[in-house]
């Protein structure tokens, strides 16, 4: 019974985005990778802190005020003796009304005895002469009531690094998947060169184009005239049905793999007329699908209005 009422407490605990995640665990379990995750996620990251300092960290940097700032911190047995203050950082931030939330991260001994083999890296807390396996099985028994008191617990023996990164997000942050994938949507001119930080790049050259109507020339994509021009076509439209079914089926792989930033590229010849007007529907179509979105048009100021 008691066990419930603690897993229950536990779980409340889990409702909320907490103001700061203290990150732990076993020295090889990842956490560093971990880290990155909530620095994608716009926390206020640093890595291993003593437990003592993190209330005046979190008070410095304004976490729990109206800029809605969160802290991640990691604290690891290179700082020896620190756990013991663990429970009062905790409870000092509690009481000056920090919401806060221990994430270890643990994996088999095997697991960790293998990764420490493969990079033949010197286990952090390994005493002169000592074996990897040895100082893996002191640094367990020393987290083991680090663990107990964990409000989230990751083993990662067998998980995927995309995997880790999901259940982070899941667990830490108030927006959803989607929302955490920073799509940066840009239209560009190929005759100003190709855009080598593309992820996704659509080319509608194959498009009509406006630059042959005179009263369109000196306009843009951004343009009622030019914009009603291309989305009016026939062939646009059957385009545009299909390059939104492609998003459907890609976007979700990308959310899926734990990405954080992806940029979907439209070029046409200037990048002027058709590309900024795709590129606008795009943005448009990504936004309404609940991705974090930013719109940009590369080349505009460039557009050579004598050139197609």
Not at 228 to 255: C, E, H, N, S
Request: charged content about 25%; some cysteine.
């Amino acid at each position: 019974m008691a066990d419930g009422g603690q897993d229950m407490r536990r779980a409340a605990r889990l409702d909320q985005v907490p103001d700061v995640v203290v990150i732990t665990g076993m020295s090889g379990s990842g956490r560093t990778q971990a880290m990155h995750v909530f620095e994608d996620m716009g926390y206020y990251c640093i890595d291993n802190l003593p437990p003592r300092l993190i209330l005046d960290l979190a008070t410095t940097v304004g976490i729990n005020t109206s800029i809605g700032r969160h802290l991640a911190v990691t604290c690891d047995l290179r700082s020896q003796g620190l756990f013991d203050e663990m429970a009062d950082a905790v409870r000092a931030l509690r009481e000056h009304e920090l919401t806060v939330r221990l994430l270890f991260l643990d994996c088999s001994d095997e697991v960790l005895l293998r990764r420490y083999n493969e990079t033949r890296r010197r286990h952090p807390i390994a005493k002169r002469g000592e074996s990897t396996e040895s100082a893996i099985r002191r640094e367990r028994e020393q987290l083991a009531s680090i663990r107990e008191g964990a409000d989230l617990v990751l083993d990662t023996s067998r998980m995927r690094t995309s995997t880790l990164r999901s259940r982070i997000r899941r667990s830490f942050s108030e927006l959803t998947d989607q929302q955490l994938l920073d799509v940066n949507v840009f239209s560009f001119g190929f005759k100003h060169g190709m855009p080598v930080e593309a992820d996704l790049m659509i080319d509608v050259r194959f498009l009509p184009n406006p630059f042959y109507d005179p009263e369109m020339r000196p306009l843009t994509g951004n343009d009622a005239k030019v914009r009603d021009f291309v989305m009016g076509q026939r062939v646009t439209r059957d385009f545009i049905k299909a390059w939104q079914r492609l998003l459907d089926v890609v976007m979700p792989g990308y959310v899926a793999e734990g990405k954080s930033r992806l940029s979907v590229a439209v070029g046409c010849t200037g990048g002027q007329h058709r590309s900024v007007a795709i590129a606008n529907a795009t943005a448009a179509y990504l936004s309404e699908a609940g991705y974090h979105v930013t719109l940009t048009h590369r080349d505009l100021p460039l557009a050579n209005r004598g050139v197609v």
